[in-house]
């Protein structure tokens, strides 16, 4: 039983006096284990109930998972239990033997802790045993006991600083013990010359290998191998701490073993709790050489390092959690948007500088001074991307859940083929890499996760045709020039069967005519082989191309209340656009607007003159633009020597731009460039299509370096080429020497030739056979469909063939702009996005144009920075979307004014609330907090339906008390009262405010309930439990399906077997029904002593699982024994349970 040894109390695992201390603590595991993995199942968004962890972890590590989702699941295991770290071996190549061995020991342990629960939670129990096991507990657990002994000992037993071992309270004991072994080592030194006694950091070194004596020894045999001491193994044998006469029975673990084990399950006050009252764990400081604090300080944390890190539902930062994702945007709102930047005065501009990085120039070619090497460049707190429609994308297919709808993701590149080539009859060669683009419709964080877990699969050795890189992003369309065509493709899946039947044969039919060279793999070839099956993604054409400037009205139709829409409705009513624009455009009206006029016109095909002459016109402006500014360049260069000449003595900054050359490198490569593609617009079209990318790649090198090369190299690159002299005589050009006259005669020629082209068009306009002829020379270096009309028929099939491309106002028709109206004032005739985002008038400071007033009051930019705060205003619905997601609170609700702080500011903030620091003792004065970044914003918050309020918790902290509101034993007695206010923790100056201790204290009433719970509550059931089954014959009457249960003991062993009651009139309670599962519905007729016996059973039920009864068992309870006003419910129910074993017993 338990016993008074040195500090305090000791509880000897192997008395069955002392079981109800180590069940307790083992109920606490369970609930640990059981909490975890219901965080694990929310995270994995895993809905089913009912399955213990061994289901689910088989449920879960399955052979052939991608290592992808294995890793993703071990971190947040392992984010909980370090031990996962132990268990997952990530040396091993094979990944389903990686999973195999996880599955294996986790389970493992998990059931050691079942059994052992069951064994020490009743009085009697049969022996357990773990060989049962394919890998024995007792070699699992020595072997992750040894890893954390030798990490320990690497670790933290060191002098260095950074080590937290040697904590200030054990520096005294360690000096003593260094004159201690100093003086021994000196005594040794007698007889032993060799031994040195004046290095100090030998001596401490030596000092800490002392302290782990109890816990490794190294084997003395050939292997020389450390290993656990017989004290510490985790098997039972004769060095237990708890010799063979202090048991009354035997288990197969050791003391140390089951410490260990119970210690990577229980958080670290937990554990230290538990093994404070445990023989060779209290960690008493004693001033002796062989039992120092160091060496308990040493056992303390081996048995404490592998601990239960809680759940403190903090912010998460997976790539992809909604976590990530609310935080790059609340960042990115509280960075000044580039358009606003731009637009301010250099002073202002300083606002908004966080930092100066400095550096000096550092290489052979720098001749500068010291001063003019020095390079500052500013840490500006701007946004240097738009990344509004990423955001919104990323959201929507994330948290919108379509049913059907994917947005098209771009994969990356697939290499059809990659050789050295040899180009026509010259003795050039070059590498040569065909690519095509790879893009799926599905989910960003899946299609990552997929691409992952395909490399993931390869061999070292085996080589793929797809690049790694660039890793997938959305498919943002862009037009020829790069820039940003602001639209984004998506898949929708149709309902209407006759639409995509028509919209199949039209699409079949305008494909026949596209040649594909029959050898190329088709990209649904390519997705079937990299990709294989994966139900999640679709492949083909897009249904639609939604534009980005629908993405705010998309956004309000999803988050803005009441009227808000499922993703499933937003699917209906794009798809209601696209069948309705299909018969728009396959049965046209000139009463539908947004139809083309080109569908309307006559059937004759006609060459559209006057788009052709604008073009021409253009084209001859540009080549002049080049011209004469080559010229300037031309005579710049040649007066270089002579004004460097005038101004050596004038300061650099005061210098006219001076220009030593007609083209400099980058200049001669953008040029090259051009030239190249301008000349392959006049190579003859069968030329064309033979013409390599790898050709012309050389084409633009040999330009580039034209003075070096022969020009008969350039020649055979085109050798075969017949060009139009009238339009292009490229064998003149190339009679020059260098580069500048030959750029100078090309761009003279072709200014000459449109202008020949130009005039001809103008003369001939109204003579149709010679215009044919002009017409027919222009088609050869201009595309010809961009200037003939084809007959109607023809361009509706090319319309429908294509995506449709969804009309603008597809969420919402409404104008945002209308003549003599006001859109505040006549808000239904106006696109309710657009009216919600007028209504707002809170935004960052840098918005303000009287603040931050506008250098350039141009209305562009005027109108450039409105749509700016738009996408803010709706960035900031996305976020405050994710707060409530992620804090499960509906008033977190964040502004925009708040998100954004000059440097200036938050150092005078930060001031401020360094001023806490040297408050004087005494001061009673409010808590002024840092309040410099969005995370420490204080917030308001309540708890269980406002039972509990607090008036300020920085956003960051909510977590912390999330925890409590997720506790089942909080739930049940929030609810005991119904107008009872609560407060989460006691109040550091509550003295001042009560005249007694308050109760109504979340914290205090779990802290008193784990006290009287594992010393005194389940000790009296215990000992009840002993009594009955000293006074039973018949053991069996106290099972339930072949093991102890409690209900057994008090109906069949107490009330009938002992008090020899007459139990038949029992209304609820019956002999053969699970406790749990029993109907209390008629619990108002049972009798006295009925009543009674259930309140005795549910209260050590619901103890027994770390848990309370519920309301109906406590007023049923204060139907006998009322609770005191200032009395914790633990204490209450200890009482409770004590008058009923006194009532029935």
């Known amino acids: ?361 550092d290489n052979e070619e720098n001749t500068e001074n010291l001063e003019n090497s020095r390079v500052v460049h500013p840490v500006i707190r701007k946004r240097y991307e738009d990344k509004f429609n990423y955001f919104a994308i990323r959201f929507l297919d994330e948290f919108a859940n379509f049913k059907t709808l994917k947005f098209q993701v771009f994969m990356g590149y697939y290499i059809h083929d990659q050789r050295t080539k040899t180009i026509g009859t010259t003795n050039i060669t070059t590498e040569r890499t065909v690519k095509e683009k790879i893009n799926v419709f599905g989910k960003l964080s899946k299609m990552d996760n997929l691409k992952k877990h395909f490399f993931s699969q390869l061999s070292d050795d085996e080589n793929t045709d797809w690049e790694f890189f660039p890793n997938p992003s959305y498919n943002f369309l862009t037009q020829a020039d790069n820039s940003p065509a602001n639209n984004i493709p998506i898949y929708l899946e149709l309902k209407n069967q006759q639409i995509i039947k028509e919209k199949d044969a039209i ?159 980058s200049e001669k490569g953008e040029e090259a460039t051009w030239l190249a593609n301008d000349i392959k617009r006049f190579m003859p079209k069968d030329f064309k299509t033979k013409w390599k990318g790898c050709q012309h790649s050389e084409l633009q090198r040999k330009l580039a370096f034209y003075d070096r090369h022969t020009k008969q190299d350039i020649k055979e690159l085109l050798s075969g080429c017949e060009f139009d002299h009238s339009l292009l005589d490229i064998n003149a050009y190339f009679q020059k020497d260098n580069f500048e006259d030959f750029f100078s005669k090309y761009l003279e020629n072709r200014i000459e030739t449109l202008e020949g082209v130009l005039k001809k068009l103008h003369d ?108 803010d205003f709706y960035t900031l619905q996305m976020v405050n979307y994710l707060l409530k997601e992620v804090f499960g609170k509906d008033e977190m609700n964040l502004q925009l004014s708040e998100l954004f702080q000059t440097r200036q500011e938050r150092l005078k903030l930060q001031g401020i609330a360094k001023k806490q620091m040297n408050k004087e003792t005494g001061d009673s004065s409010e808590n002024t907090r840092n309040q410099t970044y969005i995370w420490n914003k204080d917030v308001p918050v309540s708890f269980f339906n406002g039972k509990v309020t607090i008036d300020k918790v920085k956003l960051k902290n909510i977590g912390k008390y999330k925890r409590y509101e997720r506790d089942e034993r909080v739930k049940t007695f929030i609810g005991y009262e119904v107008d009872e206010k609560w407060m989460m923790y006691l109040p550091h100056n509550w003295k001042d405010r009560y005249s007694v201790k308050p109760i109504n204290v979340i914290d205090l009433q779990i802290q008193e309930y784990e006290e009287i719970r594992s010393h005194e509550l389940l000790k009296e059931i215990q000992n009840l439990e002993q009594y009955i089954y000293d006074h039973t014959t018949d053991k069996n009457i106290l099972l339930q399906d072949g093991n102890p249960n409690f209900k057994m003991y008090v ?22 029904t699970n406790f749990d599962k029993i109907d209390f519905t008629g619990i108002a007729s049972c009798s006295e002593l009925e009543k009674k016996t259930i309140i005795l059973i549910a209260i050590r039920n619901k103890f027994a699982h770390n848990q309370l009864p519920n309301k109906m068992i406590y007023d049923l309870a204060n139907e006998f024994l009322k609770i005191e006003k200032n009395e914790t419910y633990a204490n209450y129910y200890l009482k409770v349970l004590k008058k009923m074993i006194s009532d029935l017993a």
């Open 1 to 361: 039983m338990e016993s008074i040894i040195g500090l305090g109390l000791s509880f000897n695992p192997y008395k069955t006096a002392d079981k109800h201390y180590f069940g307790s603590f083992l109920n606490l595991v369970e609930n640990n284990l059981n909490a975890v993995f219901a965080e694990f199942k929310e995270r994995i968004s895993y809905k089913a109930k009912d399955e213990n962890i061994s289901s689910l972890i088989e449920k879960h590590f399955i052979d052939n998972m991608s290592i992808v989702d294995y890793e993703k699941k071990i971190s947040i295991l392992n984010g909980y239990l370090p031990i996962i770290d132990f268990l997952d071996d990530e040396l091993e190549n094979n990944l389903n033997t990686r999973v195999k061995n996880f599955k294996k020991n986790f389970i493992i342990l998990a059931e050691a802790i079942e059994k052992l629960r069951d064994y020490y939670t009743h009085f009697y129990h049969d022996p357990i045993t773990f060989e049962d096991n394919k890998e024995p507990l007792l070699e699992l657990l020595d072997e992750v006991l040894l890893k954390t002994i030798l990490d320990v000992k690497k670790k933290y037993l060191k002098t260095d600083k950074t080590k937290e071992i040697l904590k200030d309270s054990l520096r005294e004991e360690m000096d003593l013990l260094v004159i201690r072994k100093t003086d021994e080592l000196r005594e040794k030194k007698k007889t032993n010359p060799k031994i040195q006694h004046t290095d100090s950091s030998q001596i401490k070194n030596s000092i800490f290998n002392d302290a782990f004596q109890g816990l490794l020894y190294e084997d003395k045999g050939n292997n020389k191998k450390t290993q656990v001491s017989h004290r510490a193994k985790t098997r039972l044998n004769p060095k237990d701490i708890h010799k063979q006469e202090e048991r009354d029975f035997e288990i197969p673990l050791s003391t140390s073993g089951l410490v260990f084990l119970m210690s990577l399950f229980l958080s670290k006050k937990e554990i230290e709790d538990f093994k404070s009252n445990i023989k060779g764990f209290k960690g008493k400081v004693v001033k002796d050489e062989n039992h120092n604090s160091l060496k308990y300080m040493a056992t303390h944390r081996v048995y404490s390092i592998l601990a239960f890190k809680g759940l403190k539902y903090r912010i998460k930062t997976d790539t992809f959690s909604k976590e990530t994702l609310m935080m790059q945007m609340i960042d990115e709102l509280s960075k000044v948007p580039d358009c606003v930047y731009q637009n301010l005065s250099e002073t202002k501009q300083k606002d908004f500088i966080e930092d100066w990085n400095e550096y000096f120039k």
């Open 764 to 871: 001939f306009k109204n003579e149709p056979t010679p215009l044919k002829g002009v017409f027919k020379n222009c088609f050869k270096f201009l595309k010809r469909q961009n200037y003939v009309t084809e007959s109607p028929e023809i361009i509706k099939k090319r319309i429908l063939a294509k995506p449709t491309f969804l009309p603008r106002g597809v969420f919402d028709e409404r104008p945002t702009m209308k003549k003599g109206k006001n859109p505040l004032k006549d808000k239904n005739e106006f696109a309710e996005w657009f009216v919600e985002y007028l209504e707002n008038k809170d935004y960052q400071k840098f918005y303000n144009a009287e603040e931050y007033r506008m250098r350039d009051a141009d209305f562009k930019k005027n109108a450039v920075i409105k749509k700016q705060k738009l996408k």
């Open 1051 to 1072: 109906l069949n062993g107490l009330l009938i077997g002992i008090k020899q009651v007459n139990i038949p009139d029992f209304i609820v309670l019956k002999q053969n």
């Open 507 to 665: 699409k079949a039919e305008v494909n026949q005519t596209q040649n594909r060279n029959p050898n190329k793999p088709s990209k649904r070839d390519l997705l079937n082989k990299i990709l294989k099956t994966y139900e999640d993604f679709h492949q083909g054409d897009p249904t639609a191309i939604l534009s980005l400037n629908e993405i705010p009205a998309l956004l309000h139709l999803f988050l803005v209340k009441p009227n808000n829409k499922t993703g499933q409705q937003i699917e209906n009513i794009i798809r209601i656009k696209i069948e309705k624009q299909f018969k728009a455009i396959n049965h046209p009206s000139k009463n539908n607007k947004g139809i083309p006029k080109s569908l309307f016109a006559d059937t004759n095909v006609r060459v559209n003159a006057i788009k052709l002459k604008k073009d021409l016109e253009a084209e001859l402006d540009m080549l002049n633009k080049k011209h004469i500014a080559f010229k300037e360049n031309q005579k710049a260069s040649s007066n270089y020597d002579k004004l460097l000449k005038e101004h050596q003595f004038t300061p650099k900054n005061k210098r006219p731009e001076l220009r030593k050359y007609v083209f400099y490198k």
